[in-house]
Each structure stands twice: as structure tokens, then as C-alpha cells.
């Protein structure tokens, strides 16, 4: 875990995943949150619904917010897109790696001439994503190789990491520069359902792994008690 992120500095690792169809659910959720011991992620269900306004909403409040819209396109309208993220003035942004070596690098130009860019990071494989799933897509590696191989194009390019499962956390640190983030979703209590999810991981064991952020959506959002859940998550987490 970086130093700067870790529990009760401010700088949580923690990312909650505000997957709901409508802003007045996703307020009303953050709410329940603390802003100094989470980050909150929008995705495109909310975003494409809620639109720019709600990010702001939810910076109002004291959030960081992870625009997780994973641009995958030709490099000049990804470059275009992170661009509009930086103005928005999220802490977190990303692309796909497999958009290629060409989209990253004009994701990551896009945002040099920004005094406070957003992190830049590439998904390397969905943790949706199990081994028939890539063989459906004629690929015949494995998860961990993809992600391995990607993990090292993201480096080359200079972004600041990726999006991978914690299963593979520990692969890239013999692949990658130490600083290089980990952002890792699939994340599971003991017990929770997987639901659509492949490659799941529990807090402590990803953080074990090397995770540098944990994305959690449903096993908090779905709680009774989402604050409740927050706190046995950091504290299942902290150092010592
Ligand atoms: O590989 C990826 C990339 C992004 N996600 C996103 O993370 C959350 C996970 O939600 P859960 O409810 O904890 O499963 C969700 O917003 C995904 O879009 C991912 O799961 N895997």
C-alpha cells in the first residue's frame, strides 16, 4: 500500500463504486459515507444518466471521484475525453489497454499541461473476465498473462497504472515500476456472492498482493449498514 493512502491519513485506498441508476441514489449513498475514508467511483450507468453536474455534486461533499468510463477509442477522442475528465477536476481517469500503445500515450500528452491532471489508468482484463471468456474473444493466453503483457505496455506509456484483479497484483511488481498503481475491483468479503465477477479477492488479501486501491461497489452499497462495512473493511486492511 503507498505510504500517502494509508487508513486515516485522508488518503484511503478504498473506492466505492456508485452503481445506481439515478443521482438522487448515488447522493443519497454517498451521504452515508465518510469522504475521508472513501473515494467514490462513477461509471457509466451513472454517468450517462447523471452527467456532469453529479460529479460535481459529489466533489461538493468532499469526495474524490474515479471517472471510471474506460475510454477505448481512436487516440485524438480519447485524448479529447480525459481532457474534458481533467476539467472536471476528477482524481482518477481511464482508458482501456487494449485501445493500444498509440491511444495511451495521447491519453497521457492530454494531460501534461494540467497543474492537477487526474491519475491516468488502463484496465487491463474486466475481473468480469475468467479464461472462456478470453477464448471466446480468440485469445488464448491466460488472465494473468494478458494482464501481465498490458500491465508493461501501460508502464512504457507512461501512465500511472492500472485496473486488474488482485489476483494479479503481485505478478506486476516484477514487471513494473514500484510506484505503479494497482487499482483493483473484483473485491469480495468472505461469503459475498461474486455475482458477475470471475476474479474476485478479499480487502486483506489484495492488499497483501499488492492492490494499491480496492473498488467495492455491491458488498457495500448493498448493506445494511454501508459506514459499518467501510470501517471492518479498513479495518481488516490496516497496517499491524
Ligand atoms: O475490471 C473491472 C473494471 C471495473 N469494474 C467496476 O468496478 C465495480 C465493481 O463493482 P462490484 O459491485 O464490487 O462488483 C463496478 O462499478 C465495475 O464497473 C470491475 O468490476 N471490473
Redesign the pocket.
Known amino acids: 500500500m503507498l505510504e500517502t493512502d494509508l487508513p486515516g491519513t485522508g488518503q484511503s485506498p478504498l473506492i466505492v463504486?456508485l452503481?445506481y441508476p439515478e443521482p438522487d441514489a448515488a447522493l443519497a449513498m454517498a451521504r452515508r459515507l465518510d469522504p475521508r475514508l472513501v473515494r467514490v467511483?462513477v461509471?457509466k450507468q451513472l454517468f450517462t444518466r447523471a452527467g456532469p453536474a453529479l460529479v460535481t455534486q459529489l466533489q461538493s461533499l468532499g469526495f474524490g471521484v474515479f471517472l471510471?468510463l474506460k475510454f477505448h477509442d481512436i487516440p485524438n477522442t480519447v485524448a479529447g475525453a480525459v481532457a474534458a475528465a481533467a476539467e472536471l477536476g476528477v482524481w482518477m481517469v481511464n482508458v482501456h489497454a487494449s485501445g493500444g500503445a498509440r491511444m495511451m500515450r495521447a491519453a497521457r500528452d492530454a494531460l501534461t499541461h494540467y497543474q492537477h491532471p487526474p491519475l491516468l489508468v488502463a484496465?487491463t482484463v474486466?475481473?468480469?473476465m475468467g479464461p472462456e471468456d478470453l477464448a471466446e474473444l480468440g485469445i488464448t493466453r491466460s488472465p494473468a498473462d494478458c494482464v501481465r503483457h498490458l500491465a508493461q505496455l501501460t508502464a512504457t506509456c507512461g501512465l500511472d497504472g492500472v485496473?486488474c484483479s488482485a489476483e494479479e497484483a503481485g505478478l506486476l511488481s516484477e514487471c513494473t515500476p514500484p510506484e505503479f498503481l494497482r487499482v483493483t475491483?473484483?473485491?469480495r468479503l468472505p461469503g459475498d456472492d461474486a455475482?458477475d465477477?470471475r476474479r474476485v479477492v478479499s480487502p486483506r488479501n489484495a492488499i497483501d498482493a499488492g492492490a494499491s486501491h480496492l473498488?467495492?461497489?455491491?458488498?457495500i452499497t448493498g448493506a445494511r449498514d454501508p459506514a459499518q462495512v467501510v470501517d471492518s473493511v479498513l479495518a481488516s486492511i490496516a497496517i499491524g
Open positions: 463504486a452503481d467511483k461509471g471510471d484496465v474486466l475481473t468480469s485496473v475491483p473484483g473485491i455475482d465477477q473498488v467495492m461497489g455491491r458488498s
